[in-house]
T-cell receptor
């Protein structure tokens, strides 16, 4: 399968714990995006990479959130000191210059 | 700043009936518009997009949408609903001048198809 993959698909954690998600984009895609989707809402933009450079971050991305894309390939999204309000689906997408291809998402539940 | 409004969070149609999902946008620049579909526990799949050119855009699975600048609308239609069309549908616009490709989504419309 050459689509966007995300790991894990589901994560349950306790409030205050740190979690890390991984996204593997389509191999030749230079752009990578993270979105967050809460129940009953559309996805909201979190951050964007062009190759290894993080070019834009949403105000939604508090200082507890950090994203990296070393070597311009896979990306990680870390949430420190999780809160119940962080419970959501975290979507990754990649593109070359046009259409964004989305991964299946990581569903985070914070207890 | 760009924004998207989807009218109706839930739409229910009978199998074989016309599907109409409404989307209105706000944009200070010529918009690039998209419709995505999301099946349960899956990511988003692109149905169709409008960038420039022909205002009637055809997509996958028999869907089409028409860009109407005067009405700032990009409604999604399908002549005959199929049970497999039941899903969540999102309208989206590219933010700003489009350099980043960042998408701004509407709140989504759940399509229910009754047998």
């Amino acid at each position: 399968d050459t689509g966007v993959s995300q790991d894990p698909r589901h994560k349950i954690t306790k409030r205050g714990q740190n979690v890390t998600f991984r996204c593997d984009p389509i191999s030749e895609h230079n752009r990578l995006y993270w979105y967050r989707q809460t129940l009953g809402q559309g996805p909201e933009f979190l951050t964007y990479f062009q190759n290894e450079a993080q070019l834009e971050k949403s105000r939604l991305l508090s200082d507890r959130f950090s994203a990296e894309r070393p070597k311009g390939s896979f990306s990680t999204l870390e949430i420190q000191r999780t809160e119940q309000g962080d419970s959501a689906m975290y979507l990754c997408a990649s593109s070359l210059e046009g259409e964004q291809f989305f991964g299946p998402g990581t569903r985070l539940t914070v207890l | 700043a760009q924004s998207v409004t989807q009218l109706g969070s839930h739409v229910s149609v009978s199998e074989g009936a016309l599907v109409l999902l409404r989307c209105n946008y706000s944009s200070s620049v010529p918009p690039y518009l998209f419709w995505y579909v999301q099946y349960p526990n899956q990511g988003l799949q692109l149905l169709l997009k409008y960038t420039t050119g022909a205002t009637l855009v055809k997509g996958i699975n028999g869907f089409e949408a028409e860009f109407k600048k005067s009405e700032t609308s990009f409604h999604l239609t399908k002549p005959s609903a199929h049970m497999s069309d039941a899903a969540e549908y999102f309208c989206a616009v590219i933010a700003g001048s489009g350099n980043t490709g960042k998408l701004i989504f509407g709140q989504g419309t759940t399509l229910q198809v009754k047998p």
